[in-house]
């Protein structure tokens, strides 16, 4: 039996979707979703993000079965990631345009500052191809391993945490990576570029998630939405993946 999803959670993949879109994260393209338990989740309305409706709902999703009429191609990736990482309780595709600028050289944003150790562990995934065969998603989220982040190759990225709400804090912080990464590039030379990085040590030290690191971030995504419940939002131990 499908299971119905709970009003807070329809509220919170919504927020998270206007909240990716407010930020640049998502343009026309794009999408989110939230684990409902171990077989199904539930994902945003099939349309650019920023325009999904105040009470709009998404559809629920099984982990292993033919995607529901409607739903976008590249969800099989949000059905691949959910039965590879029983971790995961959300994940973003987003399009965010310095890390796809960078995507097509091949970067990946180093961990420079500090929300940039967040994404230390992220992959690089070299494809350029949309995700829409069940075979190539699995292949990519096997790739993504145990990291918050997979950045495809002049298509984007993936990122996942342990609710939605970490998993759009780490779009955000990913994209803030990319942005500092552009930066220094511009400004510094090769060997500066290659030297100014965080050392192992100094990352392990900056990723901290106490002090309401995420829940603040996550204000500022969304704080002004008109669906946004403070008390409904999750932020779980972050999982930050091995470097």
């Not at 709970?6 to 930020?23: I, Q």
């Not at 794009?30 to 650019?48: K, M, N, Q, T, W």
């Not at 403070?230 to 932020?235: N, S, Y």
Request: hydrophobic share 45%.
């Amino acid at each position: 039996m499908t299971p119905v999803p709970s009003p807070a959670l329809e509220r919170r993949v919504r927020v998270a979707a206007r909240a990716l879109s407010h930020h640049g994260l998502v343009q026309a393209w794009g999408h989110c979703s939230a684990r409902i338990d171990d077989e199904h989740f539930l994902v945003c309305a099939p349309r650019p993000m920023g325009r999904i409706a105040v009470g709009e709902a998404g559809t629920v999703v099984h982990v292993a079965q033919p995607l529901p009429d409607g739903v976008l191609g590249e969800v099989r990736i949000h059905q691949q990631v959910y039965r590879q990482r029983p971790d995961v309780g959300g994940v973003c595709r987003v399009m965010p345009p310095k890390l796809v600028a960078l995507s097509t050289l091949g970067i990946v944003p180093s961990p420079r500052h500090g929300v940039g150790a967040f994404n230390a562990a992220c992959r690089f995934w070299q494809d350029p191809r949309l995700l829409r065969d069940d075979g190539l998603a699995a292949e990519l989220v096997a790739h993504l391993g145990d990291a918050p982040a997979l950045v495809m190759r002049a298509n984007g990225a993936v990122t996942v945490g342990g609710s939605i709400e970490m998993a759009a804090g780490f779009a955000w912080c990913l994209e803030d990576a990319a942005r500092i990464e552009h930066d220094v590039r511009a400004i510094g030379a090769s060997a500066e570029v290659d030297a100014c990085r965080l050392t192992p040590d100094e990352i392990g030290l900056r990723q901290v998630s106490s002090g309401r690191v995420f829940e603040r971030l996550w204000d500022h995504m969304c704080g002004s939405d008109p669906e946004a419940i403070e008390a409904e939002a999750q932020f779980p131990a972050p999982a930050w993946g091995t470097a």
